[in-house]
Nanobody, 128 residues
Framework: QVQLGESGGGLVQAGGSLRLSCAAS????????VGWFRQAPGKEREFVAA????????NYADSVKERFTISRDDAKNTVDLQMNSLKPEDTAVYYC?????????????????????WGQGTQVTVSS
């Protein structure tokens, strides 16, 4: 079983950047497809980005395409989310999640119910 922990959240002005990291303990994060989700106050948790188990296939929500980049750092055992050109509507708690069994090495899960493990979240606040 893997434990996930997010870091890198904080307060930033609109147009700024943050880099979130999802660290794994107990298992290597390389064994999982990994996704990032976010939840704003009063809203449902929504998909942001995900990366496949092997192969580096990525998928993004339309709202973050061209601004966010998800990547693996196997040396640090993390999956990172680089967030550029941040907007106030990006304000939310960001969660990483891991899926242990995938139909192919290129599969990128987008639904919350596909994921087996979740971190506790990190707050991102973007001021206007």
């Amino acid at each position: 079983q893997v434990q996930l922990g997010e870091s890198g959240g904080g307060l930033v002005q609109a147009g700024g950047s943050l880099r979130l990291s999802c660290a794994a303990s107990g298992r290597t994060i390389h064994d999982y497809a990994v996704g990032w989700f976010r939840q704003a106050p009063g809203k449902e948790r929504e998909f942001v980005a995900a990366i496949s188990w092997i192969g580096g296939t990525t998928n993004y929500a339309d709202s973050v395409k061209e601004r966010f980049t998800i990547s693996r750092d196997d040396a640090k055992n993390t999956v990172d989310l680089q967030m550029n050109s941040l907007k106030p509507e990006d304000t939310a708690v960001y969660y990483c999640a891991a899926k242990s069994f995938v139909p192919s090495m290129y599969y990128v899960p987008r639904r919350r119910d596909e994921y087996d493990y979740w971190g506790q979240g990190t707050q991102v606040t973007v001021s206007s």
